[in-house]
């Protein structure tokens, strides 16, 4: 079955980076929509950032708000792995961060956690100010 491993968590300072990893195994993932959501204690898990492969060497990407411009996410299909590069990192950043999947996301809302059937188990991010 489909398994998502995400890594790549950790502390670190207001305006430092960090680069999250998650890497799917159990299915064939180019035409899948892989993304990243974010859950601070207390609060919802939230749309952090997606991608879908769009055609050819294209990929669609989304993110929200309150991280574009100081988030990018990125993929290698060769190795069914996304990332997140996270930079100029606040303290308000700091949740458990998730990576999902979506095999059947055409036509679907790609921030909307129910368009994601599978999971990681979620790593840490704390940020110091």
């Known amino acids: 079955q489909v398994q998502l491993v995400d890594t790549g968590g950790g502390l670190v300072q207001a305006g430092g980076s960090l680069r999250l990893s998650c890497t799917a195994s159990g299915g064939t993932f180019l035409g899948y929509a892989m993304g990243w959501f974010r859950q601070a204690p207390g609060k919802e898990r939230d749309f952090v950032a997606t991608t879908r492969w769009s055609g050819g060497f294209t990929y669609y990407s989304d993110y929200a708000d309150s991280v574009k411009g100081r988030f990018t996410i990125s993929r290698d299909a060769t190795r069914n792995t996304i990332y997140l590069q996270m930079n100029s990192l606040k303290p308000e950043d700091t949740a458990v961060y998730y990576c999902?999947?979506?095999?059947?996301?055409?036509?679907?809302?790609?921030?909307?956690?129910?368009?994601?059937?599978?999971w990681g188990q979620g790593t840490q991010v704390t940020v110091s100010s």
């Open positions: 999902a999947a979506a095999s059947d996301a055409r036509g679907r809302d790609l921030q909307r956690l129910s368009t994601y059937a599978y």
